[in-house]
């Protein structure tokens, strides 16, 4: 009996441990007094996450009131890493929430910064002279100066760095003492891919080869080279140094187990209005990572669907071929296109090579102007050139490197080819980190000349829109027919500066003018000139800013303004 009565109180304490576990107090977590640190910081230093605008429908973080002081002492130490030795934390409760309240105090100084290195390192570490300390940032800067040496074909440098900590004159002193062995080279090169994926071409993939001095850099290439192939999952570069003066490189390469991939997606833009897309892809068709895939893609502009195929060859070439049906909407006029093309590329990280041969059969109809925009079906066989040259840090959120690119293309009128006409272009964009803010400029440049018989009326060039002068609506700059429809030029020149800084939180603004140069001869007419200016606000998420712009014509702003939104920056 005794012993039944143990059970029934040993069940009565568990079960009395587990209610209180389930009915645990979570109340929503609140903020105050900090200034120097962001918020979104605190949250993600208790492992919470500070929800962003369009999460509205999810719940505000909360936490477990028993566990307030744990959550205290761990913003506490945040705040040492960040350079806050005496910040004082404590808490209290209003209206349902808990507010943990923060005085930073006085913080940590640095004090001196004695160096002892062969290279320069000072332009890689995150301190100057009577600047806050950070921890973080210091442990970070130990491995920046390695990075530097190892750009310099250094593999295996010994680092002496260290941070001496005065709390009662609120200092530090640091000390950082480099050590560097022999220049590197590349020896053994060990390849262990895929049953589907042959070493040669994987081989083929690396920017480097035996023999080569060793480059931290080229490695960093080799990785981004091979990820652009959508039928890799894992990539692997495996470095071991060998006596102090050689570095052996294992690499691994796995493919997707499953290749088939399905796309679908819906957005939208002020250029091209509601969007929906739809493909399907096989990511590693036939083995050695050539792709085949097939995709639709409907806008309030433009409808397509095309069929796309790419080979990767030796020496980091490419080869592949593109065919489709695309019927698009222009201001006065819609043309269906059959085209086609075939192509070959060298990637030599950050440039890109390109060059291709492209049918194009192309059918106007609806024109309001036949005079302007004749209705005909016109077939044009054009051989293209390409290059471009990219060293931004990203893509949707650029904020330091530039870019060039350049095209030439061009035919001759003949039993394949209705025209004999030459049309290129010039576009180049810089992006200058000013602390948090930054400074962008981009210029582009285009010309067509039609020496005889009749091209399409899209290769003409219409200017407007997010992507070009934004007090205009999409192809709507310039001088109009009869009709009231824009009739395009066959030179234009465009410039473009920002001034992106940032506002609060997850909010940016961008300051912008915008300005358009056309005409129809080689160069554009300096009399017929667009100028405009204009704001934005920029949204921080997830999937890249989302962009909101509105631009004015500088000469007319009242009555000629536009709109614009999108994701991403526009350079």
Same mark, same amino acid.
């Given at each position: ?7 029934? +109180? ?24 900090? &200034? ?8 993600? @230093? ?44 404590? #808490?209290?409760?209003?209206?349902? &929430? ?25 332009? +890689? ?13 210091? &442990? ?38 480099? +050590? ?31 023999? *080569? ?21 894992? +990539? ?34 002020? *250029? ?70 075939? #192509? ?16 194009? =059969? ?29 060293? =931004? ?25 209705? @025209? ?20 962008? @400029? ?52 465009? &410039?473009?500066?920002?001034? =992106? ?7 940016? @603004? ?62």
């Amino acid at each position: 009996m005794k012993k039944k009565n143990i059970h029934l +109180v040993v069940q009565f304490i568990l079960l009395f441990l587990l209610s209180s576990h389930l009915f645990a107090q979570k109340i929503p977590l609140l903020f105050e007094g900090q &200034s120097e640190l962001q918020e979104r910081g605190l949250y993600e @230093a208790l492992n919470l996450k500070k929800l962003y605008l369009y999460e509205f429908y999810k719940e505000e973080p909360k936490v477990d009131i028993k566990s307030i002081k744990l959550l205290l002492q761990v913003i506490q130490n945040y705040y040492r890493t960040k350079g806050f030795y005496h910040t004082e934390v404590s #808490y209290y409760e209003r209206e349902g &929430s808990v507010i943990i309240s923060i005085k930073e105090n006085e913080p940590m100084l640095v004090e001196s910064i004695e160096i002892d290195s062969k290279l320069d390192i000072v332009p +890689v570490l995150p301190f100057k002279k009577s600047e806050l300390f950070n921890a973080d940032a210091f &442990s970070k800067s130990k491995k920046d100066i390695k990075l530097l040496y190892s750009k310099e074909s250094y593999c295996d440098i010994s680092l002496d760095s260290k941070a001496y900590v005065d709390t009662q004159k609120n200092s530090v002193r640091l000390v950082y003492k480099v +050590v560097e062995n022999e220049l590197c080279h590349f020896k053994k090169i060990e390849v262990n891919s895929s049953k589907n994926i042959s070493a040669d071409i994987a081989k083929s993939l690396l920017y480097f080869e035996e023999g *080569d001095l060793f480059s931290i850099e080229n490695i960093k290439k080799s990785y981004k080279n091979i990820y652009a192939y959508d039928g890799v999952s894992k +990539v692997l570069i495996e470095t071991q140094v060998e006596n102090n003066s050689s570095v052996n490189i294992k690499l691994e390469i796995e493919e997707n187990e499953k290749p088939l991939r399905f796309i679908a997606g819906l957005g939208i833009s002020s *250029d091209e209005g509601l969007m929906g897309q739809m493909g399907l892809k096989h990511r590693n068709f036939y083995g050695n990572l050539k792709s085949l895939g097939v995709e639709t893609r409907v806008t309030e502009v433009k409808q397509s669907i095309k069929m796309q195929f790419d080979m990767p060859l030796l020496y980091k070439d490419a080869t592949g071929f593109e065919v489709g049906l695309e019927n698009e909407i222009f201001s006065g006029f819609t043309e269906y296109r059959l085209f086609s093309s075939a #192509y070959l590329t060298q990637r030599y990280i950050p440039s890109t090579f390109k060059e291709s041969l492209i049918l194009d =059969r192309t059918s106007t109809y609806n024109a309001q102007d036949t005079v302007l925009f004749p209705e005909a079906v016109l077939l044009v066989v054009s051989p293209k050139l390409e290059w471009m040259y990219d060293t =931004r840090d990203s893509l949707l959120d650029p904020k330091n490197g530039y870019f060039f690119s350049s095209d030439i293309m061009g035919s001759i009128k003949s039993t394949l080819s209705d @025209a004999s006409y030459l049309k290129g272009n010039i576009k180049g964009a810089y992006l200058y980190p000013i602390k948090s803010s930054t400074l962008g @400029a981009k210029v582009t440049f285009g010309a067509l000349n039609v020496f005889d018989g009749v091209i399409p009326a899209s290769y003409r060039y219409f200017a407007g829109g997010m992507h070009s002068n934004r007090a205009y609506t999409y192809r709507d700059l310039g001088p109009k027919n009869s009709n009231g429809n824009p009739s395009g030029f066959d030179t234009i020149v465009e &410039s473009t500066l920002e001034y =992106r800084f940032p506002l609060y939180g997850d909010f940016r @603004a961008v300051l912008f003018s915008d300005n358009s140069f056309v005409g129809d001869s080689y160069l554009p007419d300096s009399q017929t000139a667009y100028y405009s200016g204009g704001v934005g606000l920029r949204y921080i998420s997830p999937i890249g800013p989302i962009a909101f712009d509105v631009g004015f014509d500088l000469s007319n702003p009242s009555s000629q303004f536009a709109f614009h939104f999108h994701i991403g920056e526009l350079f």
